[in-house]
């Protein structure tokens, strides 16, 4: 296995949280030659950028897609056939796009050759550390999961030292894992509270009871992490990136990430809009009642305390320390006091979410986390709230629907965030001679 440090030189890592305006999104960028200026580490971003995109749109299609091929590419970035292929075995050399065998088609002349990412060559680790886990996943171009790692335990008031020991234990445990030849474009770490931009600090976890914790310094001190690019997000904002990727949330919605704490993350045009220090989407401690009970956080009545994974488990009468199965299995058998603390969570979470849509105009609201397996119970109190306090409900109902990105939305959304920052900067992977 090479890491990162063997390539030409480091790509640079994109901002999980960025926002773009419309006009200048994504897909008008990837569709607009340069002209001017570095004109061939431009186009090599935008032909990656296209044949990525449509392997992405496939996955999100849930049907088969057929790749692109190299008129596929010319014809919808507008440079020229030779051009694309040209660009195109660059990329096959740096080992970041692959041929299919050629297509039968019914037109005259050669047939099509697909292009499609390449598999197990360029890896991005995502890694999480929330209140009863911490784990750690590698994506490859292709999308593929090529090594995961995870072990639960009661992070709650941790040492994050400690904690970011067993992490950098389960780096060495996937990338021994990683097949031979494989190269390490980076980490990005999930986090559960308000993380500065890039490579942090941490500022607050108030359920991990990590408080100004610089995370990267501590991470950099272990052998397993020894020459990582290692960048920070807020876990709810990472999901929200799979989640958009997926693609049945439509382009603008309001991720919601139910676990311990509640968090939350804007998708505007199919980018995650993240504030000005990065802290959107702390769903969890808006407030629900003045007079409520004290949250971790140290305010009264936040929504965490009414429909947080703990707060639901006293509800039903179940240990905090119990898993979210333990609520499915008492409510699919009718257990009529689980069914009553869903319901009331659900109205909670439904108030929290009014006021959202109210404040940022979103066509859905996507349920995640814990809410997602949980969906069935608290659906319906969740729709009633928005119908009854949005005010532009009466003309454009926000639509609940249920995460798609998968049970480990954060860590894949972590690793897409490193491979995004491979695709806007292909010509750092070039063979040396290239380059």
Request: charged share 20%.
């Amino acid at each position: 296995m090479t890491d990162a440090a063997a390539a030409p030189r480091e790509a640079p890592a994109a901002d999980p949280g960025a926002a773009r305006p419309a006009a200048a999104g994504p897909a008008a960028r990837r569709r607009v030659p340069a002209r001017q200026g570095s004109l061939r580490e431009h186009n090599l971003a935008l032909v990656l950028r296209h044949v990525l995109d449509a392997a992405g749109a496939g996955a999100s299609a849930g049907a088969p897609v057929a790749p692109p091929s190299r008129a596929d590419v010319a014809t919808a970035t507008g440079l020229t056939r030779g051009a694309v292929s040209a660009l195109v075995d660059l990329l096959i050399g740096a080992r970041l796009v692959a041929e299919l065998p050629p297509a039968a088609t019914a037109r005259a002349g050669r047939p099509a050759v697909p292009l499609v990412p390449a598999s197990g060559t360029v890896v991005g680790l995502g890694a999480e550390v929330n209140v009863d886990y911490v784990g750690v996943r590698a994506l490859d171009l292709a999308g593929r999961v090529l090594a995961h790692r995870e072990t639960r335990g009661d992070y709650r008031h941790s040492d994050p030292v400690r904690v970011l020991g067993v992490l950098a234990a389960l780096v060495g445990e996937v990338r021994a894992a990683l097949p031979d030849g494989a190269r390490l474009a980076g980490m990005c770490l999930a986090l559960p509270g308000l993380v500065d931009r890039g490579t942090g600090p941490l500022r607050l976890a108030p359920n991990l009871g990590w408080r100004d914790v610089d995370v990267v310094a501590l991470l950099a001190g272990h052998p397993e992490v020894d020459g990582l690019p290692v960048r920070l997000a807020n876990e709810a904002n990472l999901a929200a990136r799979a989640e958009a990727r997926a693609g049945a949330a439509g382009q603008s919605f309001l991720y919601v990430s139910g676990e311990v704490g509640i968090g939350a993350a804007i998708v505007l045009d199919g980018e995650v809009f993240a504030g000005r220090h990065g802290w959107s989407g702390e769903l969890g401690h808006t407030v629900v009642d003045q007079q409520g009970p004290r949250c971790t956080c140290g305010a009264r009545g936040c929504l965490e305390q009414y429909a947080g994974k703990d707060a639901l488990l006293r509800a039903a009468g179940r240990d905090v320390d119990e898993p979210v199965e333990v609520l499915l299995a008492a409510a699919g058998a009718g257990d009529e006091r689980t069914a009553r603390a869903l319901r009331s969570a659900g109205q909670a979470l439904g108030v929290a979410l009014a006021n959202f849509v109210n404040l940022v105009d979103v066509e859905a609201v996507v349920l995640g986390g814990i809410y997602a397996p949980l969906a069935p119970w608290l659906t319906d109190a969740v729709v009633a709230q928005l119908r009854s306090r949005v005010l532009a409900a009466a003309w454009a109902d926000a639509r609940v629907g249920v995460a798609t990105g998968g049970d480990h939305a954060a860590m894949d959304g972590a690793a897409l965030v490193v491979l995004r920052a491979v695709a806007d900067d292909p010509a750092a992977w070039l063979p040396a001679p290239a380059a």
